[in-house]
């Protein structure tokens, strides 16, 4: 009876030593066989993939002997506008009309401006809430805050003709 091997994955570099990603053994094996990859590291004790007629020694990480140039992906910064149409001008706290920003942790304690610390709140909610954590305040958020996909932050936008 054949040994199962386990869920093995194998690290692959970028040909600038980047790490690109993990991928399953079997997609290392196929690489290694169309030779697109220099082996960098091995397991140890070695471990043998037996085929019909080829035995293989499983790499822990490889190295792609070509460069591939993955594009630059830019993220937008988070702005009151954006914010807002997140948050479809909803106070996280209240579920009322929201008018202004609120930083979950305040920016005196370390918060930064960043989409997973920026919601949206009404007035009177924003000022209950002052210098202080939603925690320490009492209040609940009604959701938690996210970054939106590239495509949802410009779904609204007008097209241009």
Not at 116 to 140: F, H, I, S, W
Not at 141 to 156: G, H
């Amino acid at each position: 009876m054949p040994i199962q091997i386990p869920d093995l994955t194998v690290e692959v570099y970028n040909a600038d030593y980047r790490v690109l990603s993990r991928i399953p053994w079997q997609d290392a094996i196929q690489l290694m066989l169309r030779d697109a990859v220099y082996v960098i590291d091995r397991h140890s004790p070695a471990v043998h993939i037996h085929g019909p007629s080829l035995v293989i020694e499983l790499p822990m990480s490889v190295e792609l002997r070509e460069y591939v140039h993955i594009p630059y992906r830019h993220n937008e910064r988070a702005t009151r506008e954006g914010i807002l149409r997140r948050d479809r001008s909803t106070c996280v706290y209240c579920c009322g009309r929201a008018q202004t920003i609120d930083h979950v942790l305040p920016r005196s304690r370390g918060g930064s401006d960043s989409w997973l610390n920026l919601v949206a709140a009404c007035q009177a909610c924003n000022g209950r809430k002052g210098d202080r954590t939603p925690y320490e305040a009492g209040m609940r958020m009604i959701r938690e805050p996210f970054e939106p996909r590239q495509r949802d932050r410009f779904a609204r936008m007008p097209a241009l003709v």
